[in-house]
């Protein structure tokens, strides 16, 4: 698996997961134009990879706005010469209750991860199609948005908006021989670093030790980096015939995500009137699935200190 010679945009990738996408495909040998909306967070990242012996460089601006998405694409090939691959990785958080949540917070997290995923790669595909690239796109979705979370309203829509997306996009793009995927991290970030849950973990990583079998196989949690792997065979020729799919990494495991299928099909003569699916109810109910992440209790020796202790 190689990616040697190719050209990458990742978006948000001034620090945490995005970094290490951008890290690992240039380790791979792609050269990477780094995205962030802080000049000095994005100097270092591009340093981080050229200090290594990659290329890359900057662009210094918000994901969301066309004028951006075209900025992206035209500095890949004014600087690189070409443009193969794009990682939509750039996001924001607003979490709030929905009656707390202000039209403010909602607007800025669709605008950053839906309307921002959305406006770059159009222009990506647009720079594929026209130059005939069978380019690679790797839209980043998360649990939230396969399952539902608490207080994440926003980032629920948007990330489940997402694969919708990429499910179109794989129709649309496949004659082209561009292949569209979305990846749902699991993941130390700045995000699950608030979780108690998962202190024992991020505990273990800060410190530079290997975190918790429980968390790497049982859950499914590790670093940034055990993501970048994913991304970076994503954006592989490897990778080929790999199109439209929803797939989860993290610690030790990959997941492939199915697509929404019905789960109960019930048919009634002349259709179905209120008292007809009161009768039905039982096996309705039977079928209902459920929402949020359900994850196993911690064990003992892992499980967060009480309060003062």
């Not at 995205?35 to 601006?61: F, K, L, M, P």
């Not at 406006?119 to 595909?125: D, G, K, L, S, Y």
């Not at 130390?188 to 290997?210: L, W």
């Not at 994503?234 to 989860?248: E, M, R, T």
Request: glycine share 12%; aromatic share 6%.
């Amino acid at each position: 698996m190689s990616v040697e010679g190719r050209v990458a945009i990742v978006t948000g990738s001034g620090q945490g997961l995005g970094l290490a996408y951008a890290q690992e495909l240039a380790a791979q040998g792609a050269a990477v134009v780094v995205n962030d909306v802080n000049q000095d967070v994005a100097d270092a990242a591009v340093e981080s990879i050229r200090s290594a012996g990659g290329r890359a460089t900057a662009v210094v601006a918000p994901v969301g706005p066309t004028a951006t998405a075209r900025q992206l694409v035209q500095t890949a090939v004014a600087q690189f010469g070409r443009l193969d691959i794009l990682v939509t990785n750039a996001g924001v958080l607003r979490d709030r209750s929905l009656l707390k949540m202000t039209d403010e917070d909602f607007d800025l997290v669709i605008d950053v991860h839906l309307r921002g995923t959305f406006t770059c790669v159009r222009e990506a595909f647009g720079h594929f199609k026209g130059n005939n690239v069978a380019g690679r796109i790797i839209a980043i979705g998360s649990p939230t948005g396969q399952r539902g979370n608490f207080g994440q309203t926003n980032y629920a829509a948007a990330k489940a908006g997402i694969v919708g997306m990429v499910r179109t996009w794989a129709l649309e793009m496949g004659r082209s021989g561009v292949c569209v995927n979305a990846v749902v991290p699991v993941a130390a970030t700045a995000m699950t670093k608030t979780v108690p849950y998962f202190a024992a973990a991020v505990a273990a990583d800060e410190a530079g030790e290997p975190m918790p079998d429980f968390f790497r196989k049982e859950i499914g949690f590790g670093t940034a980096a055990d993501v970048a792997g994913l991304i970076a065979f994503l954006a592989s020729d490897d990778a080929a015939g790999i199109n439209g799919q929803v797939i989860g990494a993290g610690g030790d495991r990959i997941q492939v995500w199915s697509h929404p299928e019905p789960v109960l099909n019930l048919f009634h003569d002349g259709g179905w009137s209120a008292a007809d699916l009161t009768d039905a109810k039982a096996q309705l109910l039977d079928a209902v699935q459920s929402v949020g992440e359900k994850f196993p209790a911690l064990p003992v020796e892992l499980q967060p200190a009480p309060a003062g202790v």
